[in-house]
């Protein structure tokens, strides 16, 4: 069974720019969420995705956004791309969300100069 | 204050020694405690999963919470070079809310 997979592995932005990730979940499973991780503020919630629609919101500006796809794949988009944003940023997926085990892709690591 | 506070370390071992890895808590609302382990380049993934207080055995693992003191432990006995990795504690209120880690290097 394929596990989580995301795109790019690795890019490089400058301030100011857009960029969206992908994460395609493992099969099955209906729910993703994102995260973004950096080694001063660790693992930190973006958005959980289920069945297309935002289950759950974390406390990021609105420049960071998402959405699900019909076939449970997710992108997310962060816009008018700041230095502080920098990052490994996570896709987790699980079967129906919740309290269930969160799966994870081994991230997209974005560095913006 | 962070939900979830924990030491960041490095922590330094030699192999065969006991592992204590520790976080604490605010919301007293949690009931869900877990343990993720982060290899070098890799996404987290579930080491061990424990709801409410007390303990919790697998293999070289032990998972331990005491609500009382909003305390979590993770012991690994006989610790393996393999075990060097990020220690993610975890729980689980609205959403999943992650400690920074702890950097556990295990040294033969």
């Known amino acids: 069974k394929a596990g989580v997979t995301q795109t790019p592995r690795y890019l490089i932005k400058t301030r100011g720019q857009q960029v969206t990730l992908s994460c395609s979940p493992i099969s099955g499973h209906r729910s993703v969420s994102w995260y973004q991780q950096t080694p001063g503020q660790g693992l930190q919630f973006l958005f959980e995705y289920f069945s297309e629609t935002q289950r759950n919101k974390g406390n990021f500006p609105g420049r960071f956004s998402g959405r699900q796809f019909s076939n449970s794949r997710s992108e997310m988009n962060v816009s008018t791309l700041e230095l502080g944003d920098s990052a490994l940023y996570l896709c987790?997926?699980?079967?129906?969300?919740?309290?269930?085990?969160?799966?994870f892709g081994e991230g997209s690591r974005l560095t913006v100069l | 204050q962070k939900e979830v506070e924990q030491d960041p370390g490095p922590l330094s071992v030699p192999e065969g020694a006991i592992v204590s890895l520790n976080c604490t808590y605010s919301n007293s609302a949690f009931q869900y405690f877990m343990w993720y382990r982060q290899y070098s380049r890799k996404g987290p993934e579930l080491l061990m999963y424990t709801y409410s207080s007390g303990n919790k055995e697998d293999g070289r693992f032990t998972a331990q919470v005491d609500k009382s003191s909003k305390y979590i432990s993770l012991f690994i006995r006989d610790s393996q070079p393999s075990d060097s990795a990020t220690y993610l504690c975890a729980s689980y209120g609205q959403n999943f809310v992650f400690g920074p880690g702890t950097r556990l290097s295990v040294l033969p």
């Open positions: 987790a997926s699980s079967l129906a969300g919740g309290i269930g085990e969160l799966f």
